[in-house]
């Protein structure tokens, strides 16, 4: 039996033809459909994004600090903002401003030692050294509080008319000059009695009332600088070795060891030894 040549390609007929043809239709119908569909979706996705960002200038009208964005920053990049303007320096502000008015009943009971502060006049004569404290808890300044006792102590009306002399130190003191609250000062002093209203000499501790520092006494009337001064010299003259003293006569001034803050006993108000 011998092999037949080969012959012609079949053609396929008119009716497979026709299938392929609306199969590649379909094919290219759906290619199109695809692209316009992921087209559509690109454009929904930077029209969201662009929605949902803010812009450069919105985040600076809304916030302090504004955030650069962009793919090179790996981490976002803060810049200030441009409605920030430098701070100015604080004005100094007056002494009605930095004294307080108010004061606790009863502070922390631990004290914050006040920096050293520099005032002429406090050096030579029998020396004796002292730190500064506030109560913690309580509004007044500590270094306006020093610089307060400084003033008293080295002043040449103070008890450098006594032949002594007073540095004020940072730790290990000869006196420690404290500012405490009402109820603090009874405990420190105790036992003598001050009942929240005056202030003391307990051991190496000159105790000084808030209260008093604050409100002054009757006998002074308007002239808180004055009590204030006659407080400082009063106390520390106790951790001088001073005791109390009376009235020497009517009309005379006013011994600064006489209880001056509970009355005057015929004397005139004076605040220095």
């Known amino acids: ?7 012609p390609p079949r053609r396929p007929g008119p009716d497979v033809a026709g299938r392929h043809r609306v199969s590649r239709a379909r094919t290219v119908r759906r290619g199109r459909a695809a692209a316009l ?36 920053a790996a981490l976002p990049t803060v810049t200030p903002s441009a409605s920030a303007s430098p701070r100015s320096p604080r004005p100094a502000r007056t002494a009605d401003e930095v004294e307080p008015t108010t004061f606790p009943q009863a502070g922390a009971g631990t004290f914050r030692t006040a920096p050293v502060v520099d005032v002429a006049g406090s050096g030579g004569g029998r020396d004796r050294t002292y730190t500064v404290e506030v109560e913690k808890g309580l509004l007044q300044d500590r270094e306006t509080f020093a610089r307060d006792v400084a003033r008293v102590l080295g002043h040449e009306r103070g008890w450098r008319t006594d032949g002594w002399s007073f540095t004020q130190v940072a730790r290990d003191p000869d006196v420690r000059v404290m500012l405490a609250s009402p109820d603090t000062v009874d405990r420190l002093c105790a036992p003598l009695l001050t009942r929240g209203e005056v202030s003391c000499r307990s051991g190496d501790r000159v105790v000084l009332n808030v209260k008093r520092w604050v409100r002054g006494v009757t006998y002074y009337g308007d002239d808180l600088s004055g009590y204030r ?34 009355g005057l006993q015929g004397c005139v108000k004076n605040p220095w030894p």
Do not use: F, I
């Not at 039996?1 to 012959?7: F, L, N, V």
């Not at 803010?54 to 916030?63: D, G, Y």
């Not at 106390?235 to 209880?259: D, F, R």
């Open 37 to 72: 569909a992921g087209s559509l979706l690109v454009t929904l996705v930077v029209v969201v994004l662009s929605a949902v960002r803010p812009s450069p200038e919105e985040r600076v009208a809304t916030e302090d600090t504004a955030t650069t964005w962009g793919a090179e």
């Open 229 to 262: 001064t006659y407080l400082v010299n009063h106390e520390v003259g106790h951790a001088l070795g001073k005791y109390h003293v009376g009235c020497p006569a009517p009309g005379a001034k006013a011994p600064v060891m006489l209880q001056q803050s509970k």
């Open 1 to 7: 039996m011998t092999q037949s040549e080969p012959g």
